[in-house]
């Protein structure tokens, strides 16, 4: 049975969370408290971190980045605030994604079980022997999730390699936030604020891969349409 930390000081939405996970055959373990989250997470093993952004003693931002220094499972974070300035900030600690309240409790679950199933996908993928792209000093081995550019290699989330891996097979073509979304998180529901998340993903890669952000080689901003990999 997959776990799940539950990092949320409001009593009745940490329950109704819990509640439906458990529905869905999730053990529950639920902190109302930031710091005693944070020794938990940093104590036992979890599949999955769902964590509140404000929380009394550490906020959920410190959380999501002392996890993400030790490990990849999925985070989603969770906030009453609606601005893009916190959700750009929680997806650049490490965040694989965020969803604002109030929600809808069969929305969280639909999202926990997407993200578990592409991390399951990701850690029990058997290497292909010619899965393999290479793109202008760009090389990604599909099989093994690795990524090399000029030779050396480049740590990238799972989310974002598959982003990566979207524009590489489908170079020299302007694709919406929405279609790219769309294509990447699949099934997983939209809303006004994932858009933002693929800007924060695309933003990532390109300080993870290009030599000036300003200037990008690979992914690039077609103002008023969307992005494009550049051939």
């Not at 529905?23 to 020794?39: H, M, P, R």
């Not at 971190?49 to 969770?78: K, S």
């Not at 690795?146 to 524009?167: N, P």
Request: hydrophobic share 40%.
């Amino acid at each position: 049975m997959k776990r799940i930390l539950v990092v949320e000081d409001e009593e009745a939405i940490a329950e109704l969370e819990r509640d439906y996970l458990q529905l869905s055959n999730f053990e529950v373990v639920i902190e109302k408290d930031g710091t005693a989250g944070l020794q938990r997470a940093m104590a036992e093993e979890f599949n999955m971190y769902i964590l509140d952004v404000m929380l009394p003693g550490t906020d959920g931002f410190e959380i999501c980045r002392r996890i993400r220094e030790v490990e990849n499972r999925p985070i989603l974070m969770v906030s009453a605030k609606k601005e893009d300035i916190d959700k750009i900030r929680g997806l650049g600690l490490g965040a694989d994604d965020y969803i604002t309240k109030p929600f809808s409790p069969s929305e969280l679950v639909a999202r926990v079980k997407a993200h578990l199933a592409r991390y399951e996908q990701l850690i029990n993928t058997t290497v292909a022997v010619n899965d393999v792209l290479t793109f202008r000093g760009l090389r990604m081995d599909k099989g093994a999730k690795r990524i090399w550019v000029d030779g050396v290699e480049k740590t990238l989330a799972f989310r974002e390699f598959e982003v990566l891996e979207f524009f590489v097979e489908h170079p020299n073509h302007v694709y919406t936030k929405d279609e790219i979304y769309r294509a990447v998180w699949k099934d997983e529901p939209l809303s006004e604020h994932d858009l933002t998340t693929v800007r924060v993903h695309i933003t990532r890669i390109r300080d993870k891969i290009e030599k000036d952000n300003n200037n990008p080689q690979y992914i690039e901003t077609i103002w008023g349409a969307g992005y494009r990999m550049k051939m």
